[in-house]
C-alpha cells in the first residue's frame, strides 16, 4: 500500500513497492506545495538507505563481552518525533522484509526514544538531545565499535 512518511514538517520519503503508485503520491505532494520530497522508496530495505542518508550518525556495538540481553546495540538519532518514527518504522519494514521480525518495540516518539528489540541486535532510535544526555556510547564505551556512519 503506497504511503507517504514525513521525516519532518516539511520533509516527504515516499514508500511504495509499485512504481506507479510512488508516482501518483509524487503528483500529489507536488499539488500540495510546500513540501520537499527526499526519496523515494520500492521497499523497507530502500527506506532504511535513505533515511541513513538524511540522517548518517548511526553506531553498530558488539556488546556481547558486557552483556548477555543482547549481542549488538545500533543507535541513531533523528531530528523529529516524525523522524524517530520513521526510522524506526524502516528498521523493522526492511529487517522484515527479509524475514526478521521485531520482538518488541517500546517507547513512544514523543519520549524521544524508541527501542527495538530484533534478539541478538537491539536498535535504539533517540533525538540527538536524549543522545548527548544519556551517551549510551560512553556507558558502553568497552565495546567493540564495528560501524560509526557519520
Known sequence: ????????????LIVDDEKPARD??????????????VGEAGNGADALRIAAEANPDIVLLDVRGQTTMTDYFVICSGASDRQLNAIADGIISGLKDDDVE???REGEASSHWLLV???GVIVHVMSKP???????????EDALLLVHVV
Not at 507536488?30 to 513540501?35: F, I, Q, V
Not at 536524549?130 to 558502553?140: G, H, M, P, S, T
Request: hydrophobic share 45%; no cysteine.
Open 24 to 37: 501518483r503520491l509524487r503528483q500529489l505532494v507536488e499539488d500540495l506545495g510546500g513540501h520537499s520530497i
Open 102 to 104: 521485531a520482538l518488541s
Open 1 to 12: 500500500m503506497a504511503e507517504a512518511k514525513m521525516t519532518n514538517a516539511a520533509d516527504i
Open 130 to 140: 536524549e543522545r548527548e544526555f544519556y551517551q549510551l556510547e560512553k556507558l558502553w
Open 117 to 119: 528489540d530484533f534478539g
